[in-house]
């Protein structure tokens, strides 16, 4: 029942420990199992191998997780070569195996891509197999990682990634298919387009755009197969399906007049362009006058539906129904937020309604019309009770429509909460609507019943036990330190009472269930149907209650409220955060509260606890560890015992590193055991790190014990001895060394014995006392053993005083002082070395060449010294004796070899005859047979340099470097000698890093000697090297073919070609002369006067100049300009050859200077062709054509004139009288010069009429610039177009120009195209547009009236474009019509006139008309209830009266109906003729919907017929 076991203790029920078995598992099931490969939870990913076996890995929760979500995706394990394209062999990567080919097709390869990587590579099966390993590389990690079955090698060619045409290093792979995508979206737009506009007429088909729209599909499908653009290419025979399938779709798109694709299309075109043009048209001013007159928008106009509004319906109710609480629910309230709210709460929720936050709703049902007044019975738990309580204000009350029934009017099904806020039962009274109906109320419904919300709080025991450190802190959170062992548990359960208590207020039986985290473990208590002490005392009844009332109040006793409390307890034996949180409670009617403070993922998660102070349903126990103190590793590791020193270099003092745990500050307790000498000392630490225990003295360092800021705890029973280090000290003694044949001591043999640490080092000083003013030389001696010895033999005789005065070892290295002394006397022995003070040896010599070896000697003289010479394995010993000075040099004598001599100094002896080997003493002399050879190493024919280059001759040296060479010039005159040094090497080089001397000057240079530390030898044979400088090339004109003309006025005395005309080819050039090495380039500038320039020749004065470049490989011509009449002058400027490739300047001349110094600058003369035009003049003289041709050109695009004839005065509709008369008003054709021509001329004219061959006319002898042309008669015949143009002119000096080419003259037909007749003159005889009204449009109404929405259709004659002028509301407009049917649409009331009507080719060709002006007269309307739609609910019996109200011009007529309410069913129709009011009424009593459905006024009617 309360699900507590018999002998449990009071509080363990619900509580389950950390780790126990009985903790709720994760639900698996259908519904919640681990999904298999390929279900949708999980896709399948892996190729199915036939050969594998190996069962897929099952998901964990997290990866079904992100499985569900789409977000998984296969990915690299650490160390595989999958997602490196570079690693192999690939075919082995496991995760590879799991996908399929179709889906590494799906990957998002990027600009890593297959074909990317099969571009770099070459290897298809390697390259997708790469590019999904890099699409997978560039995808973020997902936080799992799912495991593959084994992998099976892949085959070459499983995965077959195409190679686009166009290399990737190009193009990469994702721009071209963006490329691609781009080409194809404009493709499809532009066939959009094409299609929607030829959709809009009727009936039209193109067959140019169905072949256009073939050919770009063709080359667009070829072009996908093509390119083989990885991801958007095509095999062939594919490519041959979507070319059939595009021409299929062409075909209805294009040329066929009624297909499917073309009734499917239509409709949506003619929508969205209508909706465009109507959007447009709506713009102010401009809208109108950009879309004009539309076809599209007459064909698509609707008179608006505003012409008849509103309708009528009248509905008879029911009776209305009422329920309270239909579902039986129970409510609860929150007493405690009741309590908070303010005193005017419960007033205001009375006149503004009732909105309190908490009070509870308790729905009420009702089935009919809005109710007006509500009442309620109410009964209390604690008294029994029952009120009266009644509601007027149902419009505050909180409502909600669950049903319309629009066939019962204004009858709803609604929800009314009624809010209440005292606790007990409620029962539904009365409900009466605004009229004082009584609703009908629900039969043996049950009250309601409101009871106290369940409450519970958590808070901490009075009598809560003090043990451990609990401390309540001010936040409300606890805290207590970790036990460590079960006396505290034993402890804890014999006493009975636990820290923490659950209150719990409500309808019992409760249910709790409340969460513990230990840690962030979750754990769920849940406490359910509990029975525990009562915390209320058992009510009394009055002694003035009656028996009927202590019944009553029995009856509901149930319901009240009671207060219970439980507590709970745990063991502590864990360190860290236990939080109690009272997640949910419910009470017996099943009201449950959840408390707030849940985590991100719904559920609690302790992530609310430590935020701020403790709540009623959350508290937090901190459950501190115990701290611990021990000495560090470092210094357990350390050589032990630890020594003091008395040294500045050693420590007198150790900080003794510590660890410690728990929460600062530490304070440790230890102790110095030193003997019996034990003395106890503590230490406070604010942080953990850097926490060391100076030791100062020696001893045993033992530490006790340790407490943090929250508990106490143990240390380490390690200890740490530290003793103090002895000093060190030495004995010192010595034992004379003898050689008798030395004449005694030659030195001494020092043993030292040493007590301390090594290593050790001995200090002492070293004196000879036979000069006592000399200073001591110190020396130390180290060692690593105890016992040392070394000798002392000094190379200088005397008496040796030997004092020890410092001893080091590793325990004081900055030293002990000591005190020893020995002396001894000692025969020093004599000594010999090569002398380096006095300068450096010499190393090298020549053959033939003395040199001398400088020695330095020791000991007492007179000396002998024995030294030997050795020569290719040959050693020669020489003796020089008597020596009296220290400094001797040894004479070598001349050297009759070469080769390396080694000087080894083998013995001395000293005037004592005490004889001394020498080791190591030696030099080594390289002697050279002969010194350098030097050569020149020039050409045969000499060196041969540009003008102004510095010339290098070559020279080639044999010997050691540095050379010193010295030559002349021969013939120089003041006969300076040239020094050069070369430093490098010159043999075994090519020519071009041979070394070099400079030469100053072309002429012949001669070696005259060379040098390196021997003298050397000249070469014969090089010893001479001449150097020339090469001649600069030259250019001129030769001036055979050219002349002078003084006597022209244009001729500037400057050589000239002959003249030439304008067009002409060009028979002569001009001869160039050259002079250097071929090929030449010249530059040349062309200066250009044109023939009009009155200051021609004028260099300042051109029109244009241009620099040419000519290159030229012998004696050539330079052809001159041609084509553009005027002066030329052309001006040699520079010139270079094969050898200067800098350009020589040119000087230029007029006349030639020297042989190859010729003239530079020439002209040419060309004349003007003679240019003429024909022009068009009215009888009067004046230009029909303004315009005329530009300065030095001919224009060749004719000009048109057009001629208006009203209608009948052409020959076709008039006779030829007629006509005769009007030609005296025709045009006058003139042929007019340009005066750069010379007279007379001649012309050549070519006529076209309007029918017929064409007729060529040539005119001679003409004197003056300008004369009239004289048409045939039958030529200006009747209405049509004419030509003429000019076909060629020729001046006096016999120079042409010819306007049309003779192949093309007389092909100028009509069929022949205009091509053939342009740059002439064209006239057209017009005759005047006409317009009536069409017979089947209302504007052939003979009364001129029209209403808004008819079309007005006109039928236009004359040529097939006009400009058609009219006037809509005195707003004249001006429209193109190309067809011979002008429609405008009436869509306002008010004027519509046709004013005028033109050709668009010849807009003054015009008629005008005073008869087609109409009225336009608006639609009628009617408005039934004012124009809106009435609702109506009434009684049966009521009557209603309907206003119809009309506009127009009387008499009217219209067609009323009365419809059933749901509008199937017509229940009768009236028709109202001739009324001449205004106005009419409708009187009934019937049920459903009245509207009327047609009118009609004197002149328009809707809807139309």
Request: hydrophobic share 35%; aromatic share 8%.
């Amino acid at each position: 029942m309360n699900g507590r076991q018999a002998g449990a203790p009071v509080g363990s029920q619900g509580l389950t420990p950390v780790g126990s078995p009985n903790r709720i598992k994760r639900r698996t099931g259908p519904g919640l199992g681990s999904p298999r490969f390929g279900s949708p939870q999980f896709p399948r990913t892996d190729a199915q191998n036939p050969e594998s076996n190996a069962e897929p890995t099952r998901s964990t929760f997290a990866e079904r997780i992100y499985q569900s979500t789409g977000r998984l995706r296969a990915h690299p394990e650490p160390g595989s070569s999958f997602g490196l394209a570079s690693q192999t062999p690939i075919a082995q990567n496991d995760n590879l195996n799991m996908l399929s080919a179709g889906q590494l097709s799906q990957l998002d390869l990027g600009a890593g891509s297959s074909a990317d990587v099969l571009s770099s590579t070459g290897s298809p099966a390697k390259s997708g197999v790469a590019s999904a390993a890099a699409a997978l590389r560039r995808a973020p990690p997902p936080p799992v990682t799912m495991s593959a079955p084994a992998a099976k090698p892949i085959k070459a060619g499983a995965v077959q990634t195409p190679s686009s045409a166009i290399p990737a290093t190009v193009i990469d792979l994702p721009s071209q298919r963006m490329y691609a995508l781009a080409v194809l979206g404009l493709l499809v737009a532009w066939k959009m387009y094409d299609a929607i506009a030829l959709s809009v007429d009727v009936g039209r088909t193109s067959f140019y755009l169905f072949v256009k729209w073939c050919l770009l599909d063709t080359a667009m499908w070829y072009g996908a197969w093509f390119l083989r653009i990885p991801r958007l290419s095509i095999l062939s025979h594919i490519m041959y399906v979507l070319i059939a399938l595009s021409v299929f779709i062409n075909l209805n798109l294009f040329y066929l007049t009624m297909s499917v694709l073309t009734l499917a299309v239509k409709p949506v075109a003619v929508s969205l362009a209508t909706g465009w043009l109507r959007s447009v048209k709506s713009i102010p001013w401009l809208g109108p006058r950009l879309v004009g007159d539309s076809d599209l928008l007459i064909d698509s106009f609707e008179l608006d539906e505003a012409h008849i509004l509103g309708r009528h319906t009248i509905h008879i109710l029911p009776h209305s129904l009422t329920h309270m609480n239909p579902q039986g629910r129970s409510f609860c309230i929150d007493e405690a937020q009741l309590r908070a709210e303010p005193w005017y709460q419960k007033y205001a929720s009375g006149l503004f309604g009732h909105s309190g936050h908490s009070q509870t709703l308790i729905p009420i049902l009702i089935n009919g019309t809005h109710p007006d007044s509500i009442s309620y019975a109410y009964t209390s738990f604690e008294t029994g009770q029952r009120q009266l309580r009644t509601i007027k204000n149902t419009g505050a009350l909180q409502m909600e429509t669950n049903a319309v029934y629009p066939t019962l009017g204004n009858w709803v099904m609604a929800t009314y909460y009624l809010p209440v806020s005292e606790v007990g039962a409620y029962e539904i009274f009365s409900v009466k609507d605004r009229k004082g109906l009584e609703f009908r109320t629900a039969a043996q419904a049950p009250p309601t019943i409101v009871v106290t919300c369940p409450r519970a709080q958590l808070q901490w025991l009075d009598d809560a036990r003090t043990g451990d450190n609990f401390v309540i802190g001010s936040d409300g959170h606890a805290s207590i330190c970790q036990r460590i062992d079960q006396d505290h548990l034993v402890e804890s359960r014999s006493t009975g009472d636990g820290l923490l208590q659950v209150v719990v207020e409500g309808y019992e039986p409760i249910e709790m269930t409340v969460v513990r985290l230990v840690n962030g473990h979750r754990e769920v208590i849940s406490l359910d149907g509990i029975q525990p002490q009562s915390m209320d005392t058992q009510p009394t009844h009055s002694e003035t209650l009656n028996a009927t009332q202590i019944a009553a109040i029995e009856k509901w006793s149930r319901f009240q409220t009671r207060k219970s409390a439980y507590t709970l307890s745990d063991t502590f034996l864990r360190p860290g955060e236990y939080v109690y949180k009272l997640e949910s409670i419910r009470d017996a009617a099943n009201h449950s509260v959840v408390m707030s403070g849940l985590g991100g993922k719904g559920i609690f998660d302790g992530s609310k606890a430590a935020e701020g102070k403790a709540t009623s349903y959350m508290a937090r126990i901190q459950v501190h560890r115990r701290p611990s103190a021990g000495w560090a590793d470092a210094l357990l590791n350390a050589e032990l015992p630890l020594r003091l020193s008395e040294d500045r270099a050693r420590k007198s003092d150790y900080a003794l590193p510590l660890i410690l745990s728990g929460t600062g500050p530490w304070t440790v307790n230890y102790i110095i055991a030193n003997g019996d000498e034990v003395t106890q000392e503590s230490k406070t630490f604010s942080k953990a790190t850097d926490s060391t225990i100076d030791a100062r003295r020696p001893g045993t360092y033992h530490l006790l014990d340790v407490s943090d800021k929250f508990c106490g705890g143990q240390a380490s029973s390690t200890n740490i001895t530290l003793v103090q280090a002895p000093k060190p000290a030495a004995n010192v003694s010595s034992t004379p060394i003898t050689a008798h044949e030395c004449g005694g001591e030659i030195g001494a043999l020092i043993e030292l014995e040493l007590t301390g640490r090594p290593p050790f080092a001995v200090h002492y000083r070293e004196r000879n006392l036979r000069f006592p003013n000399s200073r001591p030389i110190t020396r130390i001696v180290r060692t690593q053993q105890r016992r040392h010895s070394f000798k002392v033999m000094p190379d200088m005789a005397g008496t040796y005083e030997l004092e020890f005065f410092r001893l080091e070892d590793d325990n004081y290295p900055s030293g002990q002082p000591m005190s020893a002394t020995i002396e001894q006397a000692i025969h020093a022995q004599p000594s010999a070395k090569i002398d380096t003070l006095n300068g450096r040896i010499a190393s090298r010599a020549c053959m033939g060449e003395e040199l001398e070896l400088p020695v330095r000697l020791k000991g007492q003289g007179p000396w002998e010294l024995v030294y030997n010479i050795v020569y290719e394995n040959r050693r020669t010993a020489k003796t020089v004796s008597g020596i009296t000075d220290e400094s001797y040099t040894i004479a070598l004598g001349a050297f009759d070899n070469a080769g390396e001599y080694t000087i080894e100094l083998a013995q001395v002896k000293d005037g004592n005859q005490c004889a001394r080997d020498l080791i190591d003493v030696s030099t080594v002399v390289t002697v050279r047979e002969g010194g350098p050879r030097v050569g020149f190493q020039c050409p045969d024919n000499g060196i041969h340099v540009l003008d102004g280059e510095q010339a290098q001759m070559p020279i080639n040296v044999a010997g050691e470097f540095p050379v010193e060479v010295r030559y002349h010039k021969i013939g120089d005159t003041s006969g300076h000698v040239h020094t050069a040094t070369i430093r490098r090497k010159s043999q075994q080089q090519s020519s071009s890093q041979l070394a070099s001397v400079i030469a100053y000057g072309p002429g012949e240079y001669e070696l005259l000697a060379a040098s390196d530390i021997c003298a050397g030898t000249i070469d014969t044979q090089r010893a001479r090297c001449s150097v020339h400088v090469e001649a600069k090339p030259s250019a001129w004109f030769v001036t055979d073919s050219l002349r002078r003309d003084i006597n022209d006025a244009h001729d500037t005395g400057i050589w000239r070609l002959h003249e030439s005309c304008e067009g002409a080819a060009l028979q002569s050039a001009f001869e160039l002369g050259l002079s250097g090495s071929g090929p030449w380039k010249i530059d040349y500038r062309v200066d250009y006067w044109a023939t009009g320039n009155a200051r021609s020749g004028v260099p300042s004065f051109t029109d244009r100049t241009i620099t040419h470049s000519l290159v030229v490989m012998q004696t050539s011509t330079l052809k001159p300009e041609c084509c553009e009449p005027g002066l030329y002058r052309y001006t040699l400027l520079s010139v270079r050859d094969e050898r200067y490739q800098k350009p020589q300047l040119l000087l230029a001349a007029h006349e030639a200077v020297a042989a190859e110094a010729g003239v530079t600058v020439v002209e040419h003369l060309i004349t003007k062709s003679p240019l003429a035009e024909l022009r068009a003049y009215s009888p009067d003289g004046t230009p029909l054509d303004t315009s005329s041709s530009s300065r030095g050109s001919f224009r060749r695009q004719p000009r048109s004139i057009k001629h208006c004839l009203a209608p009948g005065q052409s020959k076709s509709d008039g006779d030829a009288q007629t006509w005769a008369k009007l030609h005296k008003y025709l045009p006058v054709f003139r042929i007019e010069f340009e005066p750069s021509g010379k007279a007379p001329f001649q012309a050549w004219v070519e006529v076209f009429p309007a029918s017929g061959p064409s007729e060529v006319v040539h005119l001679e002898g003409i004197a003056g610039y300008s004369q009239p042309i004289t048409l045939p008669d039958h030529v200006a015949s009747q209405i049509g177009r004419y030509h003429m143009r000019l076909v060629r002119t020729r001046d006096a000096r016999g120079c042409e120009h010819q306007f049309v080419d003779p192949s093309e003259v007389g092909l100028g037909r009509a069929d022949h195209g205009s091509a053939a007749i342009a740059g002439g003159i064209e006239i057209e005889y017009i005759e005047a547009p006409n317009a009536r009204p069409a017979s089947a449009s209302p504007a052939a109404n003979p009364s001129r009236n029209v209403c808004v929405g008819d079309v007005l259709a006109f039928e236009l004659r004359g040529l097939n474009s006009w400009n058609v002028d009219y006037a809509y509301n005195s707003a004249r407009r001006s429209t193109s019509v190309t067809k011979r049917l002008f429609r405008r649409i009436a869509d306002v009331p008010g004027n519509f006139t046709l004013q005028r009507v033109c050709h668009r080719a010849a807009n003054d060709c015009c008629s005008e008309f005073d008869d087609l002006a109409y009225a336009v007269h608006d639609i009628p309307r009617v408005l039934v209830s004012g124009g809106k739609n009435v609702y109506q609910d009434i009684l049966e019996g009521d009557m209603v009266d309907i206003h119809l109200d009309l506009v127009g011009a009387p008499p009217f007529t219209f067609t009323w109906q009365r419809r059933s309410i749901d509008g199937a069913k017509v229940l009768e129709s009236h028709t109202v003729k001739d009324l001449d009011a205004f106005s009419y009424t409708i009187s009934t009593a019937s049920e459903g919907t009245f509207e009327v459905t047609f009118v009609q006024d004197l002149y328009c009617q809707y809807p139309k017929a």
